[in-house]
C-alpha cells in the first residue's frame, strides 16, 4: 500500500509559479505510475499530467501543456508538479495519486492524497 501527501501549494499572482510536491511512504513507489488532478469548486476532478514508474514518460492535460512539468525522483519516493505561467482559471486544490494502471482517468489510480490548494489571483 502506498500513502502519499501533497505539499507547495498557496497564494500566486497570475503568471507565476509554485512547485508541488508530493511524498509517497512505501517501498513499492517505483512501481506506480503518478499523476496529478485537480478540482475547482463547482467543478468535477480533472486529470493534469501522469508521469510513468521510470520517469521516462509523461502525458499532459490540453490545459497544462508547455506550462506544467510533471516529474519523479524515485530515490526519494516523490513526484513534482512545476507549475509556470499560472492563470486564474488554474485555481483549484491539486491531488496527487498513484496507481498501477495510472492514466488519464481517475478511476485507474488506487491512492489518492488529500490535496494542496492553489490560488492564482489577477
Known amino acids: 500500500q502506498v500513502q502519499v501527501a501533497e505539499s507547495g501549494g498557496g497564494l500566486v499572482q497570475a503568471g507565476g509559479s509554485l512547485r508541488l510536491s508530493c511524498a509517497a511512504s512505501?517501498?513499492?513507489?517505483?512501481?506506480?505510475?503518478l499523476g496529478w488532478f485537480r478540482q475547482a469548486p463547482g467543478k468535477e476532478r480533472e486529470f493534469v499530467a501522469t508521469?510513468?514508474?521510470?520517469?521516462?514518460?509523461?502525458y499532459y492535460a490540453d490545459s497544462a501543456k508547455g506550462r506544467f512539468t510533471i516529474s519523479r525522483d524515485n530515490a526519494k519516493n516523490t513526484v513534482y508538479l512545476q507549475l509556470t505561467s499560472l492563470r486564474p482559471e488554474d485555481t483549484a486544490v491539486y491531488y496527487c495519486?498513484?496507481?498501477?494502471?495510472?492514466?488519464?482517468?481517475?478511476?485507474?489510480?488506487?491512492?489518492w492524497g488529500q490535496g494542496t490548494q492553489v490560488t492564482v489571483s489577477s
Open positions: 508521469i510513468s514508474r521510470s520517469g521516462g514518460s509523461t
Open positions: 495519486a498513484a496507481g498501477r494502471l495510472g492514466k488519464t482517468y481517475a478511476r485507474t489510480y488506487d491512492y
Open positions: 512505501g517501498r513499492t513507489f517505483s512501481s506506480y505510475n
